[in-house]
């Protein structure tokens, strides 16, 4: 009785498993969570007692824009110890009001230094603009 | 020889269910650093801003903002969370933008993606 030849059969298996075993990628993304507010016209959220860092554009040749932080200018150095700083009642919402042209980066940055010094809300300020 | 096939079986099919292949963009995006961080199953949808402004769900480039709001309003119910991989030299007003459309097509929960290997590995809730 002839027998069924299972050799490529293994070898095409053991092909799969080396294909999957190295495309596969267990390790999560890291980010940032970010939970938007509903749906519907942008509130005006700014109360007296916020934080509010308003960002101007950078200058040409600079990647960082010039911060100012209730009025003062802030350095990035001195952000985090200012964030930290602030009463718990201005820790409830940090207002950033950038210009559209400040790198990512620098709103990334921000965003770390208000978490770790336990910010609770982050809002982001821009002008208003007809359509996008 | 047969217990050994019977294994190679299993985890072939354990690695075809588990796998989740990374889709990268067309353009190249460098994320910036953060220290604080969540870590987000590796999941479909994810939303790359290159520092032009092109953007691209996955491997979908999107022509406009337009076209961003209707990918997303039709895979809505598939994007538990949309996670936005900017470029770090990326302008704030392309992601602010992006993060609006998203909102409007009805997204409540997003991620800002950075650095894989960065940071100090301190998780805030």
């Known amino acids: 009785m002839p027998q069924l030849n299972m050799t490529p059969l293994i070898d095409c298996v053991f092909l799969l498993l080396i294909f999957f075993m190295v495309a596969t990628s267990f390790a999560p993304i890291p980010g940032i969570r970010v939970k938007l507010p509903p749906p519907g016209l942008p509130q005006s959220a700014s109360k007296p007692e916020n934080l509010v860092l308003r960002i101007s ?3 040409p040749g600079t990647s960082v824009g010039v911060m100012v932080l ?3 200018v802030i350095s990035m150095d001195r952000l985090l110890s200012a964030f930290q700083g602030a009463t718990l009642k201005q820790k409830d919402m940090l207002i950033i ?3 559209r042209s400040v790198y990512h980066e620098q709103i990334v940055t921000i965003m ?6 336990d910010i609770k809300k982050i809002g982001f300020a821009m002008v208003a603009r007809e359509s996008i | 020889m047969a217990p ?4 190679v079986f299993l985890l072939l099919i354990f690695f075809m269910v588990a796998s989740q292949t990374r ?4 353009f190249p995006v460098e994320l910036p650093d953060s220290l604080t961080r969540h870590a987000f199953p590796m999941k479909r949808f994810n939303l790359y801003i290159g520092r032009e402004g092109l953007m691209s769900v996955d491997d979908n480039m999107m022509n406009g903002y337009d076209d961003l ?3 997303l309003a039709k895979n809505k119910k598939n994007i538990e969370t949309l996670i936005i991989k900017a470029d770090r030299l990326a302008l704030h007003g392309y992601v602010i933008d992006a993060m609006e459309r998203a909102k409007r097509a009805g997204i409540e929960e997003l991620a800002i993606g950075v650095k894989e290997g960065g940071g100090t590995g301190i998780s805030v809730d």
């Open chain 2, 23 to 26: 889709v990268p963009p067309r």
């Open chain 1, 70 to 72: 209730n009025d003062n």
């Open chain 1, 97 to 99: 009001q950038s210009g």
């Open chain 1, 57 to 59: 554009d950078p200058e």
């Open chain 2, 69 to 71: 709001e209707i990918f």
């Open chain 2, 4 to 7: 050994m096939i019977d294994c």
């Open chain 1, 112 to 117: 770390d230094l208000a978490k770790r010094a």
